[in-house]
């Protein structure tokens, strides 16, 4: 049974004794060796045994050495079979044939065996080392391969959620370029329930599937919050909240946030750590809007800041975004493009709705054929009509594709009292609503008030007076906890009636009880004691109308809306 690890020796020699005492020398040290006697012989071994070294004779009739050597190395391909030419031959010339023949060393005649067998373990380690390096490299290739077909499916699952929303709106122009498979730079667009056109483009720290990872929960956070109508300042902290509780210490987005208002003719603009934003303004000049605020996913909600400036944009007039890579493109010489060279750029400009593919076209000239360094990212965002922005946004204020008009009535019973609270299934309906988002807070505090009214002045007939101090404020809630547990009879029916009008809409609440109703008049806003009917003064003070009902267990409320607010 052959010694797997023995070397493995092809001997090709015509001179019977030569091939006798070198076949003795190998097999001394333990080797397996393989014999021939010419050059078409040696061919034959090899392509038979796969031998792992090679002493060729450089004179054999039939075939040569040097012939033998060539075809060898053709067979043997990325492998590497080191052939150690045997030779008489002293010459310059002669030796450096062996060499160009594809021998990668020789030894003279007479045979120095401790020369001979040196030179064949110094061979076998570099063909063990070849071996190890060809596996390497091969396993290398597999893994890439593995790795690039999950990165494609991973990158359409990106595509799909980074790319949704309104990409394709008229208003807006974009340029993405990535340095590698994925964007470290992340856009997202879409139109709020209003008909503004909201834009975030973010830079992650980094390259790649690393940065890319942060741009998913961005991208579904962004377009769920906007199509439900959350405000700016909303989506920023929510990002922001997301961002800093998923993403590790040192990964954070520069970002860039606008809301363009058609109707109102503004730009709402929020910057955190990418490169100054630029309004093109119709005269030439431009304004530009620096970063005031920390990128996303640096501090807690507590320390965020969302706060947006506010500016004023005339038909026509563009508002330019990018992120670093713009900046700090390099050219062949190490150069950056530049702030200078962005304001040389508009000020070069002649026509307006080029400006856009000339910056871009510099920014790619300036870089030439070199190496990029950094994602390239480049928005332009257009003032446009609200009559035309309406239309190529499908969202006129005739769309029928809302429900208008819509009523729905909710009636607590006696089991429930104690135990469900209706507010937040209440406010999940109405959060729905498309423009009512922005108004949660204050519709809750309404509802609540007047559903705590209902519980404890109608159904418990608890006496607001008894608040008229802490003592009283204390036996007030005990008595509540008291008659909560033990009511058997009664009822609260809550009525949301909903109208939508073109610049907003109207909400009407209507609050009903089983009690026997109170004085109307004692529950006005003026008639406020120090620990009773603050809610009623609340409750006036955020609705457009407050109605109670003789005999007093009706009560009625209308929150009015608008789009803009």
């Avoid at 030419?85 to 310059?92: A, G, N, P, R, V």
Wanted: glycine letters at 8%; a negative charge; aromatic letters at 8%.
């Amino acid at each position: 049974m052959r010694d797997e690890r023995a070397i493995r020796v092809l001997i090709a020699d015509d001179t019977n004794t030569d091939r006798l005492i070198l076949e003795a020398i190998v097999r001394k040290e333990g080797h397996e060796v393989i014999s021939a006697r010419d050059g078409t012989e040696a061919l034959e071994q090899f392509e038979r045994e796969r031998p792992d070294i090679i002493l060729l004779d450089a004179l054999m009739p039939r075939m040569d050495g040097f012939e033998t050597a060539r075809r060898i190395k053709a067979l043997a391909g990325e492998e590497l079979i080191p052939i150690i030419f045997l030779t008489s031959l002293s010459d310059t010339q002669s030796l450096v044939k062996c060499l160009d023949a594809g021998g990668d060393d020789f030894i003279s005649k007479p045979y120095n065996r401790v020369i001979l067998q040196a030179k064949i373990r110094s061979f076998y380690r570099m063909r063990t080392m070849n071996r190890t390096m060809l596996e390497q490299r091969d396993q290398i290739a597999r893994h890439n391969e593995h790795f690039l077909q999950e990165q494609t499916v991973a990158k359409q699952v990106f595509d799909n959620i980074t790319s949704g929303g309104h990409l394709n709106n008229p208003n807006l122009r974009y340029f993405m370029s990535p340095l590698a498979v994925f964007n470290g730079d992340v856009m997202v667009a879409a139109t709020t329930p209003a008909g503004n056109l909201m834009v975030l483009l973010g830079d992650f720290t980094g390259h790649g599937l690393p940065a890319a990872i942060g741009a998913m929960p961005l991208a579904t956070t962004f377009y769920g919050m906007v199509g439900k109508g959350y405000s700016m300042a909303d989506i920023l902290s929510e990002i922001n909240g997301k961002l800093k509780s998923l993403l590790p210490v040192g990964l954070f987005c520069c970002a860039s946030m606008v809301e363009l208002n058609f109707r109102k003719g503004t730009a709402r603009i929020w910057n955190g750590g990418l490169p100054a934003a630029y309004i093109y303004r119709l005269g030439g000049s431009v304004e530009q809007v620096k970063s005031t605020h920390l990128p996303l996913g640096v501090v807690g909600n507590k320390d965020f800041k969302a706060d947006a400036a506010l500016y004023s944009l005339e038909e026509g007039e563009r508002l330019y975004l990018w992120s670093d890579g713009i900046h700090e493109a390099r050219n062949s010489d190490g150069d950056m493009f530049g702030e200078e060279r962005v304001m040389a750029a508009f000020a070069s400009n002649q026509t307006r709705q080029c400006m856009f593919d000339e910056l871009l076209g510099q920014v790619k000239g300036f870089i030439g054929e070199g190496e990029k360094s950094d994602d390239l990212s480049l928005i332009e965002l257009l003032m446009a009509p609200s009559s035309v922005a309406f239309n190529q946004q499908g969202q006129t204020s005739n769309d029928q594709s809302q429900l208008a008009e819509w009523s729905l009535a909710f009636e607590v019973k006696p089991s429930s009292f104690a135990i469900f609270d209706p507010l937040p299934l209440l406010l999940s309906v109405l959060l729905e609503v498309p423009g009512l988002r922005n108004h949660s807070g204050t519709l809750y505090t309404v509802i609540s008030e007047l559903y705590s009214n209902a519980l404890e002045h109608g159904v418990l007939q608890l006496d607001s007076k008894m608040k008229t101090d802490p003592n009283g404020f204390d036996r007030y809630y005990e008595l509540r906890k008291q008659r909560t547990a033990q009511v058997s009879e009664g009822f609260i029916r809550i009525t949301l009636t909903h109208q939508t009008f073109d610049e907003g809409g109207c909400l009407t609440i209507e609050v009903a009880d089983s009690g026997a109703g109170f004085e109307t008049g004692a529950l006005t806003s003026g008639n406020i004691e120090r620990y009773s009917g603050r809610g009623v003064a609340l409750v006036e003070s955020l609705c457009d109308t407050v109605e109670y009902q003789p005999p007093g267990n009706k009560v009625r409320a209308t929150y009015q809306w608008h789009r803009d607010d």
